[in-house]
């Protein structure tokens, strides 16, 4: 169900979680020299002192994924792509932008230099960015969460690990075939059909064991995200898959999956998503009201 992906050290931080039926496996080049018997995230009763081999604060680590159908489409028609691995507090609360001093640029550059020409194919293919600039993409997902990461401390890798080995660590990590679950339960994009939240979330549940968040804008989906506890390090622990803490913003029913589009006729203008706070308020509003 759950595969962990093995990357080059910068790679491994980023490539968080492929969304198609696809399974890409990269050769690890870094290890953590963690224990196997780490203590799970979020799970603790006493202070962990060492945080290179448990992560927190933010020790509730949540994958997030666009289907992005319209106005414009991105990415394989049959995948899901990549948002980001965001670590947040154990109660839902997070940090952002933990240290400037290694806010990367040249993400690209910086996994070929290390070898990981296959992470940065894969991150062309499935973590891209709506409007086109991927490399603004990664920089800002490395900066604002990547660096919030414990276990991913230069402090925490090897002496001899280059310039920026921990953010080629933070792009490769857990991959979650969404498409495929959902196909595999007889949901697929369509322009006519609509599901009911209970419908999704069972075929989800059915297929990988656990409830993921599911949004929408208005009553299309457009993105989910998944929650795990870790054990160990980011490099190579073990992510454990958890049942979703909250709830989404997307409506009881008449839910829509639409199908991407491969038509390039009509210009691209700039679209702007709702950011993480903007995302929260409107669960919280869909809680309080209702459905749309």
Known sequence: MLSLLSNPLFAVAFTAVVVSSQSAQFPLKTASSCPSSEVESCSNSTVVRNLCCFEAPGGLL???????????STGPSDSWTI???????????????????????????????????????FMNTYWVDINGKNEQFWEHEWKTHGTCMSTLKPTCLPEDSPRGAEAVAFFTTVTLPTYTWLANQGITPSSSETYSLDSLNSALKSESGFYPVL?????????????????????????????????????????????????????????????????????????DEGDL
Not at 85 to 111: F, H, K, V
């Open 83 to 121: 948002h980001g691995l965001w670590p947040d507090y154990c109660d839902m609360q997070y940090e952002e932008n933990c240290d400037p001093s290694r806010a990367y640029t040249d993400i690209g550059g910086l996994l070929s230099d290390q070898g990981a020409d296959d992470t940065l194919n």
């Open 62 to 72: 949540m994958q997030t994924q666009f289907w992005d159908a319209e106005p414009r």
């Open 215 to 287: 949004d929408c804008q208005g009553r299309n989906i457009d993105s989910i995200s998944w929650y795990f506890h870790l054990k160990g390090s980011v490099i190579d622990g073990d992510f454990v898959p958890i049942d979703a803490p909250e709830e989404g913003n997307c409506p009881s029913t008449g839910i829509r999956y639409l199908p991407k589009s491969d038509d390039d006729s009509e210009p691209r203008k700039p679209k702007k998503r709702p950011s993480r706070r903007e995302r929260r308020k409107e669960r919280t509003q869909v809680r």
